[in-house]
């Protein structure tokens, strides 16, 4: 069996036969991005390699790469299927984690469900224009709304067919490009990428501010405000959401020079509440006890029913959900990380104001869903702040003192989420936060300890200052209360979800940890402020945004749509306050580690 060293990492991996070095490391946790499903087209999956038993470039690595980075070994992970021994260098972004903000895609078969086809229509004497139409595609009829405004003078049409479902008939020949519009929509952003069918391609991507977020930044108001007034809200929150989706669907065909109108399919994938509001359903049910959706299985319609501009015909796929805490967007994610045919015991984490967890082991999915609460996010925090400039999301100890990073390299002004975590952790590596939570007393420091300099007073109680001035940033005892909740949450929901699959901590594998908020989460403050054990911190891999990477999957490949709707009946739900016994677990799980040493 073929050895693949990995080079600056110390690594030794074996690659079994008919394995591509792509799916060989991604087994292995090291995720690399595969954008055109593993088809050998984006190049985005590319490595250096060496040794003697350098295969020679294939057609497609010719046609990427320059003589000079094929000389130097430059190949594709995805069509490389190593026969000997190989020495691998991977790029950056996989050396640090594999931290992949617009989503790992694993690989699949390029397979739209959207299909076009091009058709002549033969004479036929005494027949009508429909019954040709039907006899040259092979349909027993044609719908009266898709005869419309066909130009039957013309023998040459275009049919378009989606999921086996024939959506429109357009005069000439009109089967080139086919483009897709993947869209994960989150409570606080909704992110859009344009997508060549035909060959898995990303054409563009972008992002923009959910604007519900004026009528509540979390799901819990959103549903409140709607509650008051059902009818009437819901409405008005569906169509801010598809004004959005239109308007970044409009900026991305100018992007890649298409018309508007050239979106042929939607995908979407989103958390359950994002999902009613988006079709303009009462989502109030999931606002009071029992907590029951509307619907949980994928929906498919036509786009232009909710008002979704794109092509005619062009009809909208909603990806499937658990229930009302496991989403569409959890089910995207598992798909993604290849959840139900990992090897071993894979944890998978979705962390942000609700951390979704999903324990797979041989094929079983259990999970579950931990109400953390906003401080993962900033909120609730005294100096705390959305991820935007200025925000401090990362705090170093050097012996000159206290580093801090901030977004845009801003003067700070607050702490974002992954601030917060990391002032957490630092002032515990320190001494400063005991494991209990508390503030180290001012009296148990000598009179020339250094840090003292971080002692403070905030509304007339102690805390740790982190920037002083006319414009202070500190961490507050409720501070660390806020995060201590939102650790003992995630980590208890993780114990339960062992003792559940009857396994020990050293049985997991690998942990990926998913999401836009996770991603920027060192696993340094993750295993420092105890929401995942240290022993686990070696096996983190980060996924990024899955939750577009299962949008995406929904419209490249037909097969991985049905093994969604597959998995979303597979996944066993765990109610973590019927549990016995949770209660004191979760108490328990509330210290913050001990200092190493």
């Not at 985005?44 to 060496?50: H, I, N, Q």
Request: aromatic share 4%.
């Amino acid at each position: 069996m073929p050895a693949i060293r990995i080079l600056k990492r110390s690594r030794v991996l074996d690659n079994r036969p008919g394995r591509s070095l792509l799916e060989t490391l991604a087994a292995a946790g090291l995720m690399l991005p595969s954008p055109c499903g593993a088809a050998g087209l984006c190049g985005k999956c590319a490595v250096a390699v060496a040794g003697t038993n350098v295969p020679p470039p294939t057609e497609q690595e010719c046609a990427l790469f320059t003589e000079e980075e094929l000389a130097l070994g430059r190949r594709l992970a995805c069509t490389l299927f190593p026969e000997a021994d190989l020495d691998v260098t991977l790029p950056q972004a996989a050396t640090e984690s594999a931290i992949l903000s617009d989503g790992y895609l694993p690989p699949f078969r390029l397979e739209p469900a959207l299909v076009k086809k091009a058709v002549r229509l033969e004479p036929q004497p005494a027949a009508s224009h429909a019954v040709r139409l039907a006899a040259a595609l092979g349909e027993k009829r044609i719908p009266a709304r898709l005869l419309r405004g066909l130009d039957w003078d013309d023998d040459s049409l275009t049919a378009t067919f989606d999921d086996g479902r024939l959506v429109a008939v357009q005069a000439g020949d009109r089967a080139g490009r086919r483009c897709g519009l993947a869209v994960d929509i989150g409570t606080t952003t909704v992110v859009a990428a344009l997508l060549d069918l035909d060959t898995g391609r990303e054409l563009a991507a972008r992002s923009a501010i959910n604007p519900q977020t004026s009528q509540g930044f979390d799901v819990l108001s959103r549903l409140g405000f709607v509650m008051e007034q059902p009818e009437e809200r819901v409405c008005t929150l569906q169509q801010a959401v598809v004004a959005c989706v239109n308007t970044l669907a409009g900026e991305l065909a100018a992007e890649a020079g298409l018309p508007p109108g050239a979106i042929d399919t939607l995908a979407v994938a989103a958390n359950t509440t994002m999902l009613h509001l988006l079709l303009g359903i009462d989502p109030s049910s999931l606002g009071r006890a029992p907590f029951t959706p509307v619907f949980t299985d994928a929906i498919s319609l036509p786009a232009a029913e909710i008002g979704l501009t794109a092509a005619p015909g062009a009809r909208l796929y909603c990806l499937p959900s658990v229930s009302a805490y496991i989403s569409a967007d959890i089910v995207a994610g598992m798909q993604a990380a290849g959840l139900a045919q990992a090897p071993g015991a894979t944890l998978f984490i979705d962390i942000g104001t609700n951390g979704e967890m999903v324990l797979a082991n041989g094929g079983r999915l259990l999970a579950c869903s931990c109400a953390a609460g906003p401080a993962l996010e900033g909120m609730n925090i005294s100096c705390g702040m959305r991820a935007s400039l200025g925000a401090i999301e990362d705090v170093a100890v050097t012996q000159a003192g206290l580093v801090l990073t901030t977004i845009g390299n801003a003067p700070p002004t607050g702490l974002c989420g992954s601030g917060i975590l990391a002032a957490i952790r630092t002032f515990l590596e320190i001494g400063l936060i005991l494991p209990r939570g508390n503030l180290v007393k001012e009296q148990t420091l000598a009179a020339d300890d250094p840090r003292r300099a971080h002692l403070c007073t905030w509304d007339g109680k102690p805390a740790l200052r982190l920037v002083a001035g006319d414009s202070p940033v500190v961490v507050t005892q409720k501070d660390i209360r806020q995060v201590q909740l939102a650790k003992g949450a995630l980590l208890s929901g993780l114990y339960a979800l062992l003792e559940q699959a009857g396994l020990t901590l050293d049985a997991i594998d690998r942990v990926l940890i998913a999401g836009q908020f996770g991603a920027h989460l060192p696993v340094a403050s993750l295993t420092g402020c105890g929401i995942i054990p240290r022993t686990l911190g070696e096996k983190v891999a980060y996924l990024g945004n899955t939750s577009k990477s299962g949008a995406c999957l929904a419209l490249l490949s037909q097969a991985a749509r049905g093994d969604m709707e597959a998995l979303a009946q597979n996944v066993r739900f765990l109610e973590l306050s019927t549990l016995e016994g949770f209660d004191r677990l979760f108490v328990t799980c509330l210290d913050f580690p001990r200092r190493a040493g």
